[in-house]
T-cell receptor, first 115, second 116 residues
Framework: GENVEQHPSTLSVQEGDSAVIKCTYS??????FPWYKQELGKGPQLIID?????GEKKDQRIAVTLNKTAKHFSLHITETQPEDSAVYFC??????????????FGQGTILTVHP | EAGVTQFPSHSVIEKGQTVTLRCDPI?????LYWYRRVMGKEIKFLLH????????ESGMPNNRFLAERTGGTYSTLKVQPAELEDSGVYFC??????????????FGQGTRLTVV
């Protein structure tokens, strides 16, 4: 089955700096890669996603890149703010066939943004 | 619009007892998923309902776990009897469709289960 590795496990940055979180996946059939942000006491919330036919996607301060050949994808947050502090999870999924929607998650990254 | 709602938010039970977790998905979402995060590790898939049918239950750890989705609406996850290793946060998620454009899964806030 699919396996997703996420690094780093913790990341500490100063406000205004950039943060990068990287994930690798094992199943070349995976075609959907969402990123989730989990704040304390809340469930994971989708912040951005990318499909396998796209190499990069941006949404304001957040961007995701995908390298299908190398089977890795990354989350980039620019101009970080204290409210970006949270646990971030990458995930991979295969759409099509019988396993649609089943997400395989990375281990999570605790991001701390210091004012 | 109400999001995915889970009950209870916390549950502390003794080893050997039974616990039932409930999930109310977003209205109209056919897909309902259960996930679990144990001791700060990754969030792991448990099972997937399409309406009232189990589409994929490959992640269920053992037969002490029973999931149901009555009438294709809310779902329950029962653990009987509970063991210490069942402790963790159980998440429910729902999504609308079966194609890439309807992929976003909305998560509930989770139920933190502690077995002592």
């Amino acid at each position: 089955g699919e396996n997703v590795e996420q690094h780093p496990s913790t990341l500490s940055v100063q406000e205004g700096d950039s943060a990068v979180i990287k994930c690798t996946y094992s199943d070349s059939a995976s075609n959907y890669f969402p990123w989730y942000k989990q704040e304390l006491g809340k469930g994971p919330q989708l912040i951005i996603d990318i499909r396998s036919n796209v190499g990069e996607k941006k949404d304001q301060r957040i961007a995701v890149t995908l390298n299908k050949t190398a089977k890795h994808f990354s989350l980039h947050i620019t101009e970080t703010q204290p409210e970006d502090s949270a646990v971030y999870f990458c995930a991979a999924s295969i759409y099509g066939g019988t396993s649609y929607g089943k997400l395989t998650f990375g281990q999570g990254t605790i991001l701390t943004v210091h004012p | 619009e109400a999001g995915v709602t889970q009950f209870p938010s916390h549950s502390v039970i003794e080893k050997g007892q039974t616990v039932t977790l409930r999930c109310d998905p977003i209205s109209g979402h056919d897909n309902l998923y259960w996930y679990r995060r144990v001791m700060g590790k990754e969030i792991k898939f448990l099972l997937h309902f399409v309406k009232e049918s189990k589409q994929d239950e490959s992640g269920m750890p053992n037969n002490r776990f029973l999931a149901e989705r009555t009438g294709g609406t809310y779902s329950t996850l029962k653990v009987q009897p509970a063991e210490l290793e069942d402790s963790g946060v159980y998440f429910c998620a729902s999504s609308q469709g079966q194609v890439l454009r309807d992929t976003e899964a909305f998560f509930g806030q989770g139920t933190r289960l502690t077995v002592v």
